[in-house]
């Protein structure tokens, strides 16, 4: 069964555009990943600073694998989380 992640991350105004470039490299790199099925990056119109990230895995494995990846700790641990003012994650079995 296919696995979702719902990310909400928050960010100051002045570190939105750091957020958004290291989102989009993400992106690129994490739909290169064997196991990855969908990585969508939002950016809210009417909320500067938040953005909603929707992951789908072929399972859970796979997420893992994406956590584990040179990438994600080098853009999302390193670059993105340290700029968060908050971050929300929801976790899924896709039906």
């Known amino acids: 069964m296919a696995y979702a992640v719902i990310a909400r991350y928050f ?9 958004r470039a290291a989102l989009l490299k993400v992106r690129e790199h994490t739909r290169a990943e064997p196991a990855n099925l969908a990585y969508e990056v939002h950016a809210e119109t009417e909320a500067p600073g938040s953005f909603v990230l929707y992951e789908q895995y072929a399972d859970r494995a796979g997420f893992d694998a994406h956590k584990a990846a040179e990438h994600f700790n080098e853009l999302i641990v390193q670059t993105i989380w340290p700029l968060l003012t908050d971050r929300k994650v929801t976790f899924a079995e896709v039906l």
């Open 11 to 19: 960010c100051e105004p002045a570190d939105e555009t750091t957020v």
